[in-house]
Antibody
């Protein structure tokens, strides 16, 4: 059974950093691209970043480019999101998701909440 | 980016009723369209991919259709476990989602 479990969320002040993790199991992690998707309070879902199966390619939404870094450790079957220079508008539940080659996300974690506030 | 417009934003329906949710893309997305169900506990589940393909384990009362810019999700016979918010998503880069349709029991 595919499982994705995020951790690392919490309350952080504007301008500070936070690193999220996503532990994957139930599939060969190193065979799949992985992604982060977020949902701000009372807003819709929003794709944040994607990393290729081997970590050689990364893609970001414009609003997080230069501030967020997606990475992975295939030996540990773990996905990361390093979030720097956090802003109030980054407040959201962050989901780890597995993208397919057809552009949809076939498995999602339960999410971890990030609140950026002073 | 491709904008996805979902309607209605909320919907009240009775158990057993047929429910349809619509999604319109700002340009032709060539059937690269998925539907998701998000429950109150925050869990997100893929229901349908590539317009009309049912994800494994999803009940057959869920179906999808459409082409070009216009797509729809239908639940034929609403059950209590279907109460959730539904999102469409187009699969081009960058992927974008509709704003969601909150389905409630009448």
């Amino acid at each position: 059974e595919v499982q994705l479990v995020e951790s690392g969320g919490g309350l952080v002040q504007p301008g500070r950093s936070l690193k999220l993790s996503c532990a994957a199991s139930g599939f060969t992690f190193s065979d799949y691209n992985m992604a982060w998707v977020r949902q701000a309070p009372k807003k819709g879902l929003e794709w944040v970043a994607t990393i290729s199966y081997d970590g050689s390619s990364t893609y970001y939404r414009d609003s997080v480019k230069g501030r967020f870094t997606i990475s992975r450790d295939n030996a540990k079957s773990t996905l990361y999101l390093q979030m720097d220079s956090l802003r109030s508008e980054d407040t959201a539940t962050y989901y780890c998701a597995r993208p397919s080659t057809r552009g949809y996300f076939d498995f999602w974690g339960p999410g971890t909440m990030v609140t950026v506030s002073s | 980016d491709i904008k996805m417009t979902q309607s209605p934003s909320s919907l009240s329906a009775s158990l057993g009723e047929r429910v349809t949710i619509s999604c319109r893309a700002s340009e032709n997305i060539n059937n690269i369209l998925a539907w998701y169900q998000k429950k109150e506990d925050g869990s997100v589940k893929l229901l349908i991919y590539y317009t009309s393909n049912l994800q494994s384990g999803v009940p057959s009362r869920f179906s999808g259709s459409g082409s070009g810019k216009d797509y729809s999700l239908t639940i034929s016979g609403l059950e209590s476990e279907d109460i959730a918010t539904y999102y469409c998503q187009q699969g081009y880069t960058p992927p974008t989602f509709g704003a969601g349709t909150k389905l409630e029991l009448k």
